[in-house]
């Protein structure tokens, strides 16, 4: 909660993380079983090719249009242990793990197991494909919950190149309050009101967001209405956010939603473009 003592701040409001999602009754029809999802690319492979087989429209949906190509992208490379960023800030969009990542992805492509064409598809789109029983598997969100009541479907966690990996992709909005002006006794009051653990939990619930406060968590996580949240509350602890500390990255981050869809394609065109592009950005 905050205390006060500043009178600017730059919190998380609320937060979110990526799961796996596949629907069950297409799992059924193409001799899958729900029980055992896939936990590694090549059982993911196996599983789309007996989608396609089974006439299932999208197999695995790999949404990159430009609304959320930044995040779908990230997802999959932390599932070969790689990133935007490693592991002393540095970019590393074109390092050997993402381009096995996006090489993968391309034969996906290739096979015909996802869209035709990725990088026109936007998340929001195939989400409403998925709950109208038209796609297979998808990496999915909190928010679609109520979209999916009443329908046989599977969280579990993400598919990772050799079934070691755990990360996934988390977000976050932002709560921000600043010094010029003033109004430290307004802000601290609404900032006490916004944080308290009853009106986090009211928040979360209303909109299948996720907590940033521990009284938050523990309250969500005691809530028997809540149990749909149950694996997003789990796995949250272990995802990775993106880079937001290094001013650089609305900028790289941009560039990324508009063109590495083309990834799929070229995989070494695009992230080496994407590389120079953001060592440039931090000149």
Sequence with gaps: ?????????????????????????????????????????????????????????IPLGVPLGKEEAQGESFIWMLENHGGYQDAKGRYSINSQANLDTFGQLKSWVDA?????????????????????????????????????????????AMPSKDGTGKATLGVADWMMAFRKG?????????????????NAVRFDKEYSLLPVTRSALTALQADPDEQALAPFLQILPTATFY???????????????????SAVSDPKKTLDALQKAAQQAGE
């Design 1 to 57: 909660m905050y205390s006060g003592q500043r009178t600017e701040l730059k919190d998380p409001h609320n937060s979110s993380a990526r799961m796996f999602l596949f629907n069950n009754e297409l799992f059924r029809k193409a001799g899958l079983d729900p029980a055992a999802p896939p936990r590694t690319w090549a059982d993911l492979t196996t599983a789309a090719t007996a989608l396609k087989n089974a006439g299932v429209e």
């Design 112 to 156: 015909g197991l996802t869209e035709q064409s990725p990088a026109s598809v936007n998340r929001t789109d195939l989400a409403k494909d998925f709950a109208s029983g038209k796609v297979g598997m998808l990496n999915g969100i909190p928010t679609q919950l109520n979209d999916l009541k009443g329908m046989d479907v599977t969280w579990t």
């Design 182 to 198: 003033g109004h430290k006794e307004q802000i601290k009051a609404f900032l006490d009101f916004a944080y308290g653990r009853d």
């Design 243 to 261: 880079p937001l500390s290094d001013p650089t990255w609305p900028a790289v981050s941009a560039q990324i939603k508009t063109q590495i869809g």
